[in-house]
């Protein structure tokens, strides 16, 4: 019997051994046929949005040179109403420009530091192979420009960021943004698309407290956010900022979390996420209510809306929601349905 036993061991480690080859060998494989895409046409300089808003979808189009524009920028608006902060910016919004490209895709990056900039600033894009992500590659001083060049070989949505020295002080003045790279023959349809990242802010004045507030470093290293907020600001999707959708439309949301210290617990109430591209990678989730988000990660969900109505966007970390920001709405229009949802009495 231990005879039989042990050679059943060694069969189950020989299979397992197998599979992670196999698995290892095709990840490899693909790695190398991304690699030899071949870019055609003229080079494409990639239109700058602000966000909730998003690029077109690539579609089927073949690989291209890209070019892309940031500017690193000091400077000092709302967080919220009534209460300013000095911000450091991606093309002077929180988050920074949404970067859509497709795996294959030869991109320049030109990061200019504005004239203006009191700090050194750089770029590390998770979705960047190579020595910190770009990083070491655009440190640029106040007035200066940084180019570099890479291959997009990973399908996902990633997140980037400052990774100038004091790195959390940069992320924590909100410089970060997010990278799309598409599959080959992009993604599936939708009717809408729309752009979030969270973030939570350190200031020295309590919450809502009047007035320009000041970074607070204690409160940044114990992890005790002033504010936690979606796309840089309290109530920055909501009133006539709030994302819209229709009836029977499907709705893709492309959320990320730039930090610096909390995880978000991604909710929509009154919704299910149909699908869920879990961090943000190729594996897929259906049918979720609620998603983790890492700091320095990202999520993208798709969810088809049924009924009109106000759907509330939240981290369900809920006073985070409710007290400090974290908080946005989806407004639906069209015809009710009340197969799907109906008050009684």
Avoid at 117 to 127: F, G, T
């Amino acid at each position: 019997m231990k005879k039989i036993l042990g050679a059943l061991a060694v069969v189950l480690l020989t299979f397992q051994a197998c599979k992670q080859n196999t698995t290892n060998s095709e990840a490899s494989s693909s790695n190398t046929n991304t690699m030899d895409i071949q870019v055609s046409g003229e080079p494409e300089t990639q239109k700058a949005l602000a966000p909730p808003f998003v690029q077109e979808p690539v579609g089927n189009r073949g690989a291209k040179k890209i070019i892309v524009n940031l500017e690193a920028t000091e400077i000092e608006q709302e967080l919220a109403d009534g209460v300013t902060y000095k911000f450091w910016t991606f093309n002077n919004t929180v988050p920074g420009t949404f970067i859509r490209i497709r795996v294959g895709d030869e991109v320049e990056l030109r990061l200019k530091n504005a004239s203006n900039s009191v700090m050194p600033h750089n770029i590390d894009l998770h979705a960047v192979n190579g020595p910190g992500g770009g990083a070491e590659a655009t440190n640029v001083a106040p007035g200066k420009e940084a180019i570099f060049t890479f291959k997009a070989l990973n399908p996902g949505l990633y997140v980037y960021h400052c990774a100038a020295a004091p790195v959390a002080l940069h992320i924590a003045n909100g410089m970060y943004g997010m990278i799309l790279v598409e599959p080959e023959g992009g993604l599936p349809k939708v009717d809408r698309e729309y752009y979030i990242m969270q973030g939570d802010f350190y200031t020295k004045g309590k919450t809502d407290e009047k007035g320009f507030q000041e970074f607070d470093q204690d409160k940044g290293v114990d992890e005790k956010p002033t504010y936690v907020v979606f796309n840089g600001k309290k109530n920055a999707l909501m009133g006539e900022n709030a994302l819209q959708a229709k009836v029977g439309e499907t709705v893709r949301l492309f959320v990320g979390n730039g930090g610096p210290n909390l995880a978000s617990s991604f909710h929509v109430i009154g919704e299910i996420f149909d699908r869920v591209y879990v961090e943000g990678g190729s594996k897929i989730n259906e049918n979720v209510q609620t998603t983790l988000i890492p700091a320095g990660g990202a999520v993208i969900v798709e969810f088809k809306v049924e009924e009109p109505g106000e759907y509330i966007l939240v981290d369900h970390s809920i006073f985070r929601a409710f007290h400090k920001g974290a908080i946005g709405k989806l407004v639906v229009t069209g015809e009710k349905n009340p197969k799907v949802f109906n008050k009684v009495k």
